[in-house]
């Protein structure tokens, strides 16, 4: 059965680092998701991604984030100079088709836990 | 604001008992439904949608508009139900936004 797959599985970095997490998305899927989630904390969305365009962005995806499709296959995030509160699980999901009408349902990767010191 | 609310954090029930995880959501429109599961070392999974209204692993879950809420039920526990379950509405066609979550501990 086709999975997201996601790497690094864990990552330490120092404050002030840029960090990017790679997500492998499913073949024939067509949008794209990062979701963070902070120990303790809700899973909180942050970007979507359709057609090599952000579809939709929280608050919480600022200038510090990007996302990027630099191939067929993977689906990264950049995280510039990151701050002690980016420490969190970041997930990766895709889907066939947008969550409305005959839904979309998101797979989701394993995560990639992320510790900034 | 547009905002979903599982106001338990932990429910413990013993096998065999009926559970009730709660669901509110205060969205515009018409919003879609879902529950998403995570089992133990795990990935997020779906569960259900109220769309479908299906049955899966003998859960379900009803769409009261009148009470905008979304509880999910089950009549008779089982210990491998044990997970943390989120409920997410979605009102924009791409972004699923996930409740806090809900520990449910079924014990024997």
């Known amino acids: 059965e086709p999975e997201v797959t996601q790497t690094p599985s864990h990552q330490v970095t120092q404050m002030g680092q840029e960090v990017i997490l790679r997500c492998v998305p499913i073949s024939n899927h067509l949008y794209f998701y990062w979701y963070r989630q902070i120990l303790g904390q809700k899973v909180e969305f942050l970007v979507s991604?359709?057609?090599?365009?952000?579809?939709?962005k929280s608050e919480i995806f600022d200038d510090q984030f990007s996302v990027e499709r630099p191939d067929g296959s993977n689906f990264t995030l950049k995280i510039r100079s990151t701050k002690l509160e980016d420490s969190a699980m970041y997930f990766c999901?895709?889907?066939?088709?947008?969550?409305?009408?005959?839904?979309?349902?998101?797979?989701f990767g394993e995560g990639s836990r992320l510790t900034v010191l | 604001a547009q905002r979903v609310t599982q106001p338990e954090k932990l429910l413990s029930v013993f096998k065999g008992a009926p559970v009730e995880l709660k669901c509110n959501y205060s969205y515009s429109g018409s919003p879609e439904l879902f529950w998403y599961v995570q089992y133990s070392r795990q990935r997020l999974q779906l569960l259900l949608r109220?769309?479908s209204r299906e049955s899966i692993k003998g859960f379900t879950a009803d769409l009261n508009k009148g009470e905008t809420s979304f509880h999910l039920k089950k009549p008779f526990a089982q210990e491998e139900d044990s997970a943390m379950y989120y409920c997410a509405p979605t009102n924009s066609g791409y972004a699923l936004n996930f409740g806090k979550g809900t520990s449910l501990l079924v014990t024997p």
């Open positions: 999901a895709s889907s066939a088709r947008p969550g409305q009408g005959n839904t979309g349902e998101l797979f």
């Open positions: 109220h769309i």
């Open positions: 991604f359709y057609n090599n365009e952000i579809s939709e």
